[in-house]
């Protein structure tokens, strides 16, 4: 049974830092793309935004205009986990921040791109979210 678990979320001053974990279970970090999407509040539809995206194969990663030079992926293959590392946090990152996954079939940057990360039904696995709060 896949899961994924999202989890260190909280209450940090604009400005400040947190980082994400994504433990999964069920199958292994290989040959899968990992990416982490966000919803913020005042969004009460389905659409998630499309952060970041890390593929296992190599190891590479992409960001969304929106992460890039704040966020970075990470992976620690011992515990089976991806983070997130967030800095300099802005009040518009408040939301809930969700890893999602799928196994790759043909091409990972099909997965692991800007078009990837704008289709997140294309991710077949995902964690129940963490909320993120970036207030003073």
């Known amino acids: 049974d896949v899961q994924l678990q999202a989890s260190g979320g909280g209450l940090v001053q604009p400005g400040g830092s947190l980082r994400l974990p994504c433990a999964a279970s069920?199958?292994?970090?290989?040959?899968?793309?990992i990416a982490w999407f966000r919803q913020a509040p005042e969004n009460t539809g389905d659409w998630r935004e499309g952060?970041?995206?890390?593929?296992?194969?190599?190891?590479?990663?992409y960001y969304a205009d929106s992460a890039k030079g704040r966020f970075a992926m990470s992976r620690d293959s011992a515990k089976n986990t991806v983070y997130l590392q967030m800095n300099s946090l802005k009040p518009e990152d408040t939301a809930v921040y969700y890893c999602?996954?799928?196994?790759?079939?043909?091409?990972?940057?099909?997965?692991?791109?800007?078009?990837?990360?704008?289709?997140?039904?294309?991710?077949?696995?995902w964690g129940q979210g963490t909320l993120v709060t970036v207030s003073s």
């Open positions: 999602a996954a799928t196994r790759v079939a043909g091409d990972p940057d099909y997965y692991c791109s800007g078009f990837g990360l704008n289709h997140q039904a294309l991710y077949d696995y």
């Open positions: 952060l970041s995206c890390f593929k296992t194969e190599d190891g590479s990663t």
């Open positions: 069920g199958f292994t970090l290989g040959d899968v793309v």
